[in-house]
């Protein structure tokens, strides 16, 4: 497992930007793939974004639409999310995940992680 922390939430306006930043410590972080989810009052948590150990391969959430990002800097041991065009509807407390298990097919399921962060709050006012 590795350990995560996440930060760079907080309160935007609609149409506004954010960048989510998560910080890796405890394994070789270029062999973890990792992933951010979401999860909104009253909701499950679900899947956003994931990326590869090396960053060459992406999969996104069908709700993204081009707005979400999700890049890495193992040299940082960090995972970013930049976030642009946000809604109401994006309000949820954020998560980043990772998974010692390499996948030909990036993973979308809460299940195929094992580690996990805290979360942080974002929040879209309309």
């Known amino acids: 497992q590795v350990q995560l922390v996440e930060s760079g939430g907080g309160l935007v306006q609609a149409g506004g930007s954010l960048r989510l930043s998560c910080a890796a410590s405890?394994?070789?972080?270029?062999?973890?793939?990792m992933a951010w989810f979401r999860q909104a009052p009253g909701k499950e948590r679900e899947f956003v974004a994931s990326?590869?150990?090396?960053?060459?391969?992406?999969r996104y959430a069908d709700f993204v639409k081009g707005r979400i990002t999700i890049s890495r800097d193992n040299a940082k041991n960090t995972v970013y999310l930049q976030m642009s065009s946000l809604k109401p509807e994006d309000t949820a407390v954020y998560y980043c995940?990772?998974?010692?298990?390499?996948?030909?097919?990036?993973?979308?399921?809460?299940?195929?992680?094992?580690?996990w962060g805290q979360g942080t709050q974002v929040t879209v006012s309309s």
């Open positions: 995940a990772g998974s010692s298990s390499f996948y030909t097919i990036l993973p979308t399921r809460r299940t195929d992680f094992d580690s």
């Open positions: 405890g394994r070789t972080f270029s062999s973890i793939t």
């Open positions: 990326i590869s150990g090396y960053g060459g391969r992406t």
